[in-house]
């Protein structure tokens, strides 16, 4: 069906449309049906009735949509009333598909039979719809179509299962297994983002076979609405929210809340289910009276669980119907105590789980657009810009342990669980909505950098699987990482949930458009646009990131004009050209920009785009001495022994570019020089092969950040390091017991109890701290009549509220205040075990209790140790 369309992202706006459809339908030989109308709130229909080529009016609609319904009127042009029915029918059909074209699901669209409710804000661009844009071959439709095959192999009956019990409704359904199993308090999430991504899926690729199945899934649901009768609509009792609310320990209720809802907008957004519309509504009544009961004050305490994007899909569903009650619940779910120092730009993220924290700056973007509220748009923008810019890693991701490290020690915060993948796929969301505003370069940069280095390299090639983190501490997998690859059905992380969605919309910020039409070429991906507004298609014809340029070649039904501008990206430093039609263009603008170009396109027309990849460094700056390879948008690793050292560079800071040289025959590949990668206690230097970190899956252990020594500084080095084995060595002679604080087997060995109390991992190293007067205990071993002592590793770093008492079967040793006390560097601090506490036994029981107000901790080791 040819439409004129103008889309923005999911769950923004664009402006008001002027297009003009024709449509054909064949039916019985040579009789054809035709439609011609004009679309926005009110359309105008007529009908044809044609055998041969003799073309007859038959009747005319006047459509108006009004709320939900679609009123028509019909007047006869002949006595053919046998035509009537359908003609009505097919009348309402064009016009609801057609409406349905003005909507993606990031943004809500603006004015379309599905959006009451117009953005108060200026947009200098906006997204293509989904379905204007299919993939071509390469590695972003081959991760598009394992992912269509993982949704296809999931059972509605089995997500359903849950939510029917919790519904009182039988089921014989086998549950799934992970997070969704029926004892998990998180049971039901993965059906939101199921729901999320066939849509997004269905809008891609027009596979009807996920619409079914979303069709299916929303189906259940409303069966099981319906049973509980109040309009609430989860796996799990409502009880979970009578904990949240009276802060008793739950994992996160409205966390999952906030997937089901997000997924039923989905479904209605894309796939035009009505039956998604009325579930979500009165979820959202039910979420209306709930909250109505609770004062601003108890709200906020509420908020202090992780929520989700709650505040993000209720401004969503505000803009589908217009009940302004949706609007009110949104901003009250804004989380005051992390928003509101935002805001004024204060970054007070270090510490805090990094996924919670994001969802809450998309909200504040969506309610700006609805609102115009101009402090709302400088929280989003400063939360962006202080996470992208200032905590973000090498690849695009953050976080390590799930937490915002101190952003000033972000060098040392390298453990096996970095860049949580749910934190990009939300970090992208949020970039979307700033690209729109004003089409910044940075924020393109910024979601390139991401989505390949990190979306595209979160799953695995081979079989679709995804995975949680994406491990940056030299020597891991990506397979074998913490949470690594999920299974297919026994896994159903968060990172599982929002990995389907990741994969199901590659082509929602490949192509933007202005008011006046122009177009934007913001990502090079393989593709074909088709752009209805100007009768227009835009073939991509590229295997980037695997070669460093793109061809467009243009389909126009007629000549048309329009201004073409392409990206220009940060890292097209030098030799960047276009050409159209073998033509060289003038290219004056810097790198990080849009090139404008202007002319009268025509079929036939070739753009060609070259932009040589370039190798260069990124450090970090709290630690300029450690630094990652990339050649143009690519970051590099290389596959290392993790039983051994992890190499070094010994080279002069002007000699690091230079210890690479291309692999001969092989696009993006280095091999490093003997001479310069050394691994400590090894008498020769290693060869290493520098590749693009997205392709190297499964259990390849990799290095991606190096860390470079002079090479006066190398015998040094060398010294230290044999001193640090010797040193291990005698430890590990003169050690009785050893617990590895945050280690689930050797902390349950040693019968862990605590309050208060959690673990991560900083600088390689895992830790166990408690917060607010909180505690913590491990069960020791000891040796009978011989003096022993308590060995306690801390990061002298720490600092701030950490003042603490060790205790040994309840007697107080020592009081412990960490205060900077050795800089940037681990110590092992002692306590001697008066004998009387040791004598007749062959266990002590070492506590750590904070001080009120204060943190125990964080303890990165804890031994008994022979004297």
């Known amino acids: 069906m040819a439409t004129q369309t103008l889309i923005l992202s999911r769950y923004a706006s664009c402006r008001f449309p002027v297009p003009v459809s024709l449509s054909t339908f064949r039916c019985r030989g040579n009789n054809f049906i035709s439609a011609h109308f004009y679309l926005g709130f009110d359309a105008a229909v007529t009908v044809h009735h044609s055998s041969s080529n003799h073309v007859t009016p038959l009747c005319?609609?006047?459509?108006?949509?009004?709320?939900?319904?679609?009123?028509?009127?019909?007047?006869?042009?002949?006595?053919?009333?046998?035509?009537?029915?359908?003609?009505?029918?097919?009348?309402?059909?064009l016009f609801l598909v057609s409406a349905a074209d003005y909507l993606q699901a990031d943004s809500l669209q603006l004015d379309n039979a599905k959006i009451k409710v117009k953005p108060r804000t200026p947009f200098k661009a906006y997204a293509f719809d989904l379905r204007d844009v299919r993939l071509l071959s390469g590695p972003f439709k081959h991760a598009m179509e394992l992912d269509r095959e993982y949704l296809l192999s999931i059972e509605p009956d089995r997500l359903l299962h849950t939510f029917r019990l919790n519904a009182g409704l039988p089921s014989s359904a086998q549950p799934y297994?992970?997070?969704?199993?029926?004892?998990?308090?998180?049971?039901?999430?993965?059906?939101?983002?199921?729901?999320?991504?066939?849509?997004?899926?269905?809008?891609?690729?027009?596979?009807?076979?996920?619409?079914?199945?979303?069709?299916?899934?929303?189906?259940?649901?409303?069966?099981?609405?319906?049973?509980?009768?109040?309009g609430y609509l989860s796996a799990y009792p409502e009880s979970f929210i009578d904990r949240v609310e009276n802060q008793q320990r739950v994992w996160a209720p409205y966390y999952t809340l906030h997937k089901i809802f997000a997924g039923l907008q989905d479904v209605y957004v894309y796939c035009d289910n009505q039956q998604a519309l009325a579930v979500v509504q009165k979820f959202a009544d039910w979420a209306l009276q709930r909250n109505s009961r609770l004062s601003d004050e108890q709200m906020q305490k509420m908020l202090g669980n992780e929520h989700g994007g709650m505040n993000e899909t209720l401004a969503n569903l505000f803009a589908l119907t217009g009940n302004p009650d949706y609007l009110k619940l949104s901003l009250r779910f804004n989380h005051r105590a992390v928003l509101d120092p935002l805001s004024r730009g204060e970054d007070r993220l270090t510490g805090l789980h990094a996924n919670t924290q994001i969802p809450k700056f998309i909200g504040v973007a969506r309610q700006y657009e609805l609102t115009a509220d101009e402090s709302l748009r400088k929280t989003a923008i400063f939360s962006w810009e202080t996470v992208a810019l200032e905590r973000s890693y090498v690849i695009g991701g953050h976080s390590d342990g799930e937490m915002f490290s101190p952003k000033e020690r972000l060098s040392q915060a390298l453990g096996p669980a970095t860049t949580e993948t749910c934190n990009t796929y939300n970090m992208l969301k949020l970039t979307r909505h700033l690209l729109a505003w004003d089409m910044q370069p940075r924020y393109s940069d910024f979601y390139e950098r991401a989505l390949?280095?990190?979306?595209?390299?979160?799953?695995?090639?081979?079989?679709?699987?995804?995975?949680?983190?994406?491990?940056?501490?030299?020597?891991?997998?990506?397979?074998?990482?913490?949470?690594?690859?999920?299974?297919?059905?026994?896994?159903?992380?968060?990172?599982?949930?929002?990995?389907?969605?990741?994969?199901?919309?590659?082509?929602?910020?490949?192509?933007?458009?202005?008011?006046?039409?122009?177009?934007?070429?913001?990502?090079?991906?393989?593709?074909?646009?088709?752009?209805?507004?100007?009768?227009?298609?835009?073939?991509?014809?590229?295997?980037?990131?695997?070669?460093?340029?793109?061809?467009?070649?243009?389909?126009?039904?007629?000549?048309?004009t329009f201004k073409l501008h392409v990206r220009r990206p940060f890292w097209a430093t030098t030799g960047f050209a276009i050409s159209i039609n073998g033509k060289p263009v003038n290219v004056?603008?810097?790198?990080?920009?849009?090139?404008?170009?202007?002319?009268?396109?025509?079929?036939?027309?070739?753009?060609?785009?070259?932009?040589?990849?370039?190798?260069?460094?990124?450090?970090?700056?709290?630690?300029?001495?450690?630094?990652?390879?990339?050649?143009?948008?690519?970051?590099?690793?290389?596959?290392?022994?993790?039983?051994q050292p992890l190499p070094?560079?010994?080279?002069?800071?002007?000699?690091?570019?230079?210890?690479?040289?291309?692999?001969?025959?092989?696009?993006?590949?280095?091999?490093?020089?003997?001479?310069?990668?050394?691994?400590?206690?090894?008498?020769?230097?290693?060869?290493?092969?520098?590749?693009?970190?997205?392709?190297?899956?499964?259990?390849?252990p990799y290095q991606v950040y190096w860390d470079r020594i002079s090479p006066e500084e190398w015998p040094a080095r060398e010294a230290e390091y044999k001193e640090e084995l010797r040193r291990s060595k005698e430890l590990e002679q003169r050690t009785v017991d050893n617990v590895i604080p945050g280690n689930p087997?050797?902390?349950?060995?040693?019968?862990?109890?605590?309050?208060?109390?959690?673990?991560?991992?900083?600088?390689?190293?895992?830790?166990?701290?408690?917060?607010?007067?909180?505690?913590?205990?491990?069960?020791?071993?000891?040796?009978?009549?011989?003096?022993?002592?308590?060995?306690?590793?801390?990061?002298?770093?720490?600092?701030?509220?950490?003042?603490?008492?060790?205790?040994?079967?309840?007697?107080?040793?020592?009081?412990?205040?960490?205060?900077?006390?050795?800089?940037?560097?681990?110590?092992?601090?002692?306590?001697?075990?008066?004998?009387?506490?040791?004598?007749?036994?062959?266990?002590?029981?070492?506590?750590?209790?904070?001080?009120?107000g204060n943190f125990a901790g964080g303890v990165f080791g804890c031994r008994i140790m022979k004297k």
């Open 60 to 93: 005319d609609f006047q459509l108006t949509g009004a709320g939900h319904k679609v009123y028509y009127k019909t007047v006869m042009k002949r006595n053919m009333l046998i035509f009537r029915p359908f003609c009505e029918a097919l009348a309402i059909a």
């Open 177 to 230: 297994g992970g997070w969704e199993e029926p004892n998990c308090e998180l049971r039901g999430h993965f059906t939101g983002h199921y729901l999320s991504a066939c849509a997004l899926m269905y809008a891609s690729t027009g596979d009807e076979r996920l619409k079914q199945k979303a069709a299916a899934v929303v189906a259940g649901l409303a069966e099981c609405q319906n049973a509980i009768k109040n």
């Open 452 to 560: 390949i280095n990190h979306i595209l390299a979160s799953q695995n090639p081979a079989d679709g699987m995804m995975c949680y983190y994406v491990p940056l501490r030299g020597g891991m997998t990506r397979g074998g990482a913490p949470n690594g690859y999920c299974s297919p059905f026994n896994s159903f992380w968060c990172c599982t949930g929002t990995g389907i969605e990741n994969h199901a919309k590659y082509g929602e910020s490949i192509y933007f458009h202005d008011e006046a039409d122009n177009l934007y070429l913001n990502l090079f991906i393989a593709s074909e646009l088709n752009w209805r507004s100007k009768q227009v298609k835009v073939r991509q014809e590229t295997l980037f990131p695997d070669e460093s340029s793109t061809r467009l070649r243009f389909y126009c039904e007629k000549p048309v």
């Open 588 to 643: 004056d603008q810097p790198p990080a920009s849009y090139i404008e170009i202007s002319r009268r396109w025509q079929t036939g027309d070739l753009l060609e785009i070259s932009m040589p990849f370039t190798l260069r460094t990124e450090a970090f700056r709290d630690n300029p001495r450690r630094f990652a390879f990339l050649f143009g948008p690519l970051v590099l690793c290389a596959q290392v022994n993790p039983s």
């Open 648 to 700: 070094m560079i010994v080279a002069a800071e002007n000699e690091v570019l230079s210890s690479l040289q291309p692999a001969p025959a092989a696009f993006a590949k280095f091999a490093g020089s003997p001479e310069r990668f050394r691994i400590l206690g090894q008498p020769h230097g290693i060869s290493v092969t520098l590749e693009p970190f997205h392709k190297v899956h499964g259990q390849r």
């Open 745 to 852: 087997a050797s902390e349950r060995e040693h019968k862990w109890k605590g309050e208060n109390s959690s673990t991560g991992q900083f600088n390689g190293r895992h830790y166990r701290h408690a917060t607010e007067g909180g505690w913590f205990e491990w069960q020791l071993k000891i040796l009978k009549d011989q003096p022993q002592e308590l060995m306690v590793t801390y990061w002298g770093s720490d600092g701030g509220a950490r003042t603490f008492d060790v205790l040994v079967d309840g007697q107080k040793i020592a009081t412990e205040k960490l205060q900077n006390n050795r800089p940037n560097k681990f110590y092992d601090q002692t306590y001697p075990l008066p004998p009387e506490l040791l004598a007749n036994k062959q266990n002590i029981t070492v506590r750590f209790q904070a001080h009120p």
